[in-house]
């Protein structure tokens, strides 16, 4: 049984607006809602057009677009995003919610599996989402120490970097000499074969690597963007 994608409460506020519109009367087909002209609706002997106010919420686009990112982020990571206008509650309730205790600014990001909270428009970049919001990574990371020979670290940084399965290389100390941070997509065979089979085919190939040692986690968890 699949278990339950991770929930985060997005609170947003909305801003209360009066707005006066006028509503034709049933009876009155003769003339458009629009039709009525003052001096030529007095000098027939009608009524002005009556108006009545309606009060609406409107969602400033700051927010709104707050909103789209964050629905865009957490659909890509596996969240369920549970949306609030606290415009909309009532005044004596809307701030009892203990997520929004102190908040100064709308909207609030709240994601209770890693216990992250945003708030405010600055703080809703999609660096910091997918950092509030981390998931399983899809991809198979490798980390591969190095023993490289004395004189040729820049030549083998070089030829590292031009495998596109190479995406970070760190020049170390201590027994070894580099720490190769590699990426694979999802592969058919077991993805710590494949991992092992570049290594020997094309890292320790490398003229000047003298010696490697890797290690392909069972599981990983990132906080960066996919």
Not at 145 to 153: A, E, P, Q, S, W
């Amino acid at each position: 049984m699949a278990s339950p994608m991770p929930e985060v409460a997005l609170y947003v506020k909305s801003r209360k607006v009066v707005t006066s519109f006028y509503r034709a009367a049933a009876t009155d087909t003769s003339r458009s809602a629009t039709a009525y002209e003052p001096a030529l609706g007095v000098a027939m002997g009608l009524e002005p057009p009556k108006t009545e106010a309606e009060t609406t919420y409107m969602l400033p686009d700051e927010q709104a677009r707050a909103v789209a990112l964050v629905e865009e982020v957490a659909a890509r990571r596996g969240y369920v995003v549970k949306l609030t206008d606290v415009g909309k509650a009532n005044p004596l309730t809307q701030f009892v919610e203990t997520h929004l205790k102190g908040v100064e600014q709308f909207p609030v990001l709240v994601v209770p599996a890693s216990k992250r909270r945003l708030e405010g428009l600055t703080a809703f970049t999609e660096n910091n989402l997918c950092a509030a919001m981390p998931t399983e990574l899809k991809t198979t990371r490798a980390f591969s120490y190095l023993k490289v020979r004395t004189g040729d670290i820049k030549e083998v940084q070089r030829s590292l970097l031009s495998f596109e399965e190479v995406r970070e290389v760190h020049l170390v100390t201590g027994d070894w000499d580099v720490l190769v941070v590699l990426e694979f997509p999802p592969a058919t065979a077991s993805s710590k074969r494949h991992v092992l089979d570049f290594i020997i085919e094309k890292v320790a190939k490398i003229g000047g690597v003298e010696g490697t040692s890797t290690m392909v986690p069972e599981y990983s968890t990132t906080k960066f963007p996919l």
